[in-house]
DNA sequence: GTCTATATGATGATAGAC
DNA sequence: GTCTATCATCATATAGAC
């Protein structure tokens, strides 16, 4: 993807160091564009927190928005791409709420998402394509689970699986951005038990 | 509010051209920070969409961050505060439909909402109190709304009126996101709708 | 691979003439 | 009230020494 590594069988691929300076560079400018936003985050904000000159940065990211596109697909190799795996040990309420209660942990990545993903409807923002082509695969990925339930009989009848899919990810995204503004009042994990409760129907 | 007009009974109010100028500024500053968010959205690009200098502008707003809230509290005025005012002639149901409707034809009002937003809750983002505020306000509109349908009967068995306002409220804005991304795979009013029909109980 | 130095341009805001 | 001129800052990005 955004790396070169092993892309020809005969060259020798990047020094170690090289990559854990890539590693270090990824982590920091995921803090600084999730406190900031993209515009509002710079590279020698980055630099600083990685502790080296902005234009040693450039040299591993030859551009702003190329660091961008790689914190995203990094946070995706790290987290998951945001679908939920199939586990025959484990249903879909569940593992949506032990996601959710996750994320409250990790309020860093949660704020990274939810403020570049707006950011991204924005004029010709480099991360536009990336939300869009993510959003699809989402409620493609959700709409085969709601299918599937509703083959066996367990989704509540009139509910439609490609609105259903629709609706628990925008629930989902709606209701990290009211948590970001007030943690306190705000029950994500329980708002989408709520919801998933309504639609999928006990065994 | 922002506004400092017949702030004293014997000073004369702010000259009818004035009030224009300050309107068209309005228009103009909507426009760019929904195109380009606060941070990406110059105040040259709100001058050059009225046809003045930067700092006439400036002589009608003196900072940018007062631009910004001027421009969130205008649009309050204009299209309400997002919360639904109680009509006896059409359910709540109806109304919520009828405003996401609405909200197809002005995407721009949208996108100014979704991004700032999201923007709002970066560092120290002069909306942030503004969103903050809103969704409380609009979650406790909500939820009296919800209450009373409880009273009645009419909202499903086990659902909360607090749960059910705030993920009404989050539906609404993720699906918008969705919407802004992907207008044509995306429908808003269905999926209002569809949760709606899942929480209040038919009269 | 990392640095200094710099090109190049835009930004928000101020001062002061008219 | 509107302008020109300007300040001080900050941005992304490039060139070239070591």
Redesign the interface.
């Known amino acids: 993807m955004t790396t070169n590594e092993a892309s020809r069988p005969s060259r020798r691929g990047p020094y170690a160091k090289s990559t854990e300076r890539r590693q270090a560079i990824l982590v920091a400018a995921h803090a600084v564009f ?4 993209y ?2 985050g710079s590279l020698q904000d980055v630099a600083d927190h990685v502790g080296m000159s902005q234009t040693s940065l450039l040299h591993y990211f030859p551009s702003k928005s190329d660091l961008l596109l790689a914190v995203l697909n990094w946070r995706d190799s790290i987290t998951g791409d945001g679908t939920i795996p199939p586990d025959p040990e484990e249903t879909l309420v569940d593992a949506v709420i032990r996601q959710a209660r996750f994320n409250e942990e990790i309020p860093g990545v949660i ?1 990274l998402y ?2 570049l ?7 010709a923002h480099p991360g ?1 394509e990336y ?2 082509e993510r ?2 695969l989402l ?1 493609r990925s959700y709409a085969r689970r709601f299918r599937q339930l509703a083959e066996e009989g367990r989704l ?1 009848p ?3 699986p490609e ?2 899919a ?2 628990l ?7 990290q ?2 948590w ?3 943690p306190e ?3 994500m994990a ?2 989408l038990r ?2 998933l ?3 999928v129907l006990p065994e």
Do not use: M, N, P
Request: aromatic share 8%; net charge negative; proline share 0%.
């Open positions: 999730a406190a900031h936003g515009r509002g704020e939810t403020v993903c707006a950011e991204s409807v924005t004029d536009r939300f869009t959003f699809e409620r509540r009139g509910v439609k609105a259903a629709a609706s990810i925008a629930l989902w995204d709606g209701i951005t009211q970001l503004l007030s009042s705000v029950d329980g708002c709520g919801y409760e309504l639609v």
